[in-house]
C-alpha cells in the first residue's frame, strides 16, 4: 500500500512536471529526489547540481554497450520513439509491457498498469529520435537527441542529447533506464562571489 500510494504520487508528479514549466540547461531530466525537479524528466539537468545517486540506474543496469543491437527491440524502440514524436500517446504506451520498470529521473517505478505506463510516457515533454544502438547483454543501450514532440513542450532542449537502457522481450519494452553522460553526474564547479571572490 505504501509503495502504491508512493508511485501513484510520483507519476502524478511526473504527469504535472511535463506539463509544467522550468528552463532548459545541458544533460536531461529532472527529479533530484522525489519530489520531481522543476524542469521535468528527460529535461536537460544543470550541471553545477550534479545528479542525486538515488536516482541513477541501478547497478546491474549497463553503462556502455559493444555488441550489435537486436534488430527487433530497434525497431521496437524506433516505433515507440515515432509513437512519442507524434504526440500518440496511448500508441507509445502500448510499447510497453505490463508490468515493467522504468527510471527517468526517478526511483525506479514499477509499472502494474495500463494508468501507470499511460503517465510515465505522458511525463516525456520532449521527442526524441535515436542516433546509435548497441547491445550489452539483453539491454538495448540508446543514444537519443531530443525533438519537440506534438502536444508537449520541450522547453528549448531540441538538439540535445541523452541516452537510455532499455529492455525489449515478446516485442514489448519490459524495462527501460535513464543513461546519464558523465559530466551530469558531477557537481560542477562551485559558483564565486563576485562581491569578495570566495566560493
Known sequence: MVRRTSLTVVLSLLAAAA???????????????????????MMPQTQSRGIDPAILPPKRIPRHGSDRADPH?????????RALRAGDIPRAASYFAIPSRFQNG????????????LAVNVSFPCGAVATRFTAAGVFTLVRFRLTERANGDCHGAQGHTTGGAIRVAHGRIREW?????PEEEKPGPAAIDPGNQEA
Do not use: N
Not at 532548459?24 to 529526489?33: D, E, P, R, Y
Not at 527491440?73 to 520513439?81: D, E, K, N, S, Y
Not at 526517478?106 to 505506463?117: G, I, N, Q, Y
Open 73 to 81: 527491440a530497434v525497431l521496437v524502440i524506433r516505433h515507440w520513439l
Open 177 to 181: 533506464y535513464r543513461l546519464y553522460d
Open 106 to 117: 526517478t526511483p525506479v517505478l514499477h509499472l502494474d498498469s495500463a494508468t501507470e505506463v
Open 19 to 41: 506539463a509544467g514549466c522550468g528552463a532548459a540547461h545541458h544533460g536531461a531530466t529532472g527529479v533530484a529526489q522525489p519530489p520531481v525537479d522543476a524542469s521535468g524528466p
